[in-house]
């Protein structure tokens, strides 16, 4: 109890001073997480919104497999793009693996099925509202998709905040095509792992803290961001 209560102190102390190894860790997690979640929101917004608002066919199809990409295994992305990474790989020659880029594409094909999912619920529900004053108007489909896009602008950010959720603590694919190399590649899951491993706990700790205190922060501003659209469809 004595060595689990120190570890406890001495990784609020990391906390409180800013530890230079800490800090570079949650930094490049955020750094890859972030990229992840923006390339998500470029494919997974627009494909979810016009998912939500086109009928064609084959689009069963997708939604199924964007359904199942929500609960795709981790390691599984990791491998299979470690594969394409890899010197023999088909993308070998562009020198992709074990670097921070492999690390942003493995996480954004895990967080993109989540976003555009999600995505697309938000606007099908709008597409049944406002279906009848669309019609009225004529406008295109992919017209309608932009509009509806906008009016969801209170209920999207959600889908992204679920998919930041899943990045951040991820540790499977991007242990797989990052290498968890010190000083570039290492986040903090992997580097919990690592420590964890090698009984430093106060450093794992310290990072185990701030995951927990990150997830907290997202279901605060997802919670946050449902009583501020519920307000303005009031």
């Not at 689990?4 to 102390?13: D, G, L, S």
């Not at 693996?97 to 996480?107: E, G, H, N, Y």
């Not at 619920?121 to 108007?137: G, H, K, S, T, V």
């Not at 279901?219 to 307000?231: F, I, P």
């Amino acid at each position: 109890m004595t060595e689990i209560a120190e570890a406890f102190r001495t990784a609020w102390r990391m906390i409180a001073s800013g530890d230079a190894a800490l800090l570079e860790i949650v930094a490049l997690s955020l750094r890859v997480t972030g990229a992840a979640v923006l390339l998500a929101a470029l494919v997974g917004l627009p494909l979810g919104a016009l998912l939500g608002v086109a009928r064609f066919p084959g689009r069963r199809v997708i939604a199924t497999i964007l359904n199942t990409g929500m609960a795709l295994p981790p390691v599984v992305v990791g491998l299979a793009l470690y594969l394409v990474f890899s010197r023999s790989g088909p993308l070998g020659a562009h020198g992709l693996l074990f670097t921070p880029s492999a690390m942003v594409i493995a996480q954004a094909l895990l967080v993109t099925p989540i976003v555009a999912s999600l995505s697309r619920q938000a606007i099908e529900d709008l597409a049944r509202e406002y279906d009848e004053q669309l019609r009225a108007f004529g406008a295109s489909r992919l017209r309608v998709a932009a509009t509806l896009l906008v009016e969801a602008r209170y209920s999207l950010p959600t889908a992204l905040l679920a998919g930041f959720g899943r990045a951040i603590a991820e540790v499977g694919a991007v242990m797989i095509v990052g290498g968890n190399i010190a000083h570039l590649t290492r986040t903090m899951t992997t580097a919990i792992v690592l420590h964890a491993n090698r009984g430093d706990t106060a450093l794992a700790l310290a990072l185990g803290m701030i995951l927990v205190a990150l997830a907290a922060l997202v279901n605060a501003a997802t919670e946050g961001l449902r009583v501020v659209a519920r307000r303005a469809g009031a």
